[in-house]
Nanobody, 123 residues
């Protein structure tokens, strides 16, 4: 059974930075893609970024490019999301997830999810 444990997040002032981590345990992730999603109050869960375990294929939502960076450490089985120049509209619960589809951006293509972590950006 795959388990995803998230850490990071918290309260930050607009313009600040945060780094989220997602540690995976259980079966190997040789054929899986890892993704980051977020969900704000009253809104649908939206795609943020995705990366394969080889680290040679990444995708970003257009609104996140230039500010957010996804990376992975295959040795540690950990995926990261570096968030810079944060804005109040970035406030949401952030989730990491695992998928059998490389480059998957749809919520329905992800089978395993982390517990979520709150990111709050104050103005």
């Amino acid at each position: 059974q795959v388990q995803l444990v998230q850490s990071g997040g918290g309260l930050v002032q607009a313009g600040g930075s945060l780094r989220l981590s997602c540690a995976a345990s259980g079966p190997t992730f040789n054929y899986y893609t890892m993704g980051w999603f977020r969900q704000a109050p009253g809104k649908e869960r939206e795609f943020v970024a995705t990366i394969n375990w080889r680290g040679d294929n990444t995708y970003y939502a257009d609104s996140k490019k230039g500010r957010f960076t996804i990376s992975s450490d295959n040795y540690k089985n950990t995926v990261y999301l570096q968030m810079n120049s944060l804005k109040p509209e970035d406030t949401a619960v952030y989730y990491c997830a695992a998928s059998a589809y490389e480059g998957a951006q749809d919520v329905n293509k992800y089978d395993y999810w982390g517990q979520g972590t709150q990111v709050t950006v104050s103005s």
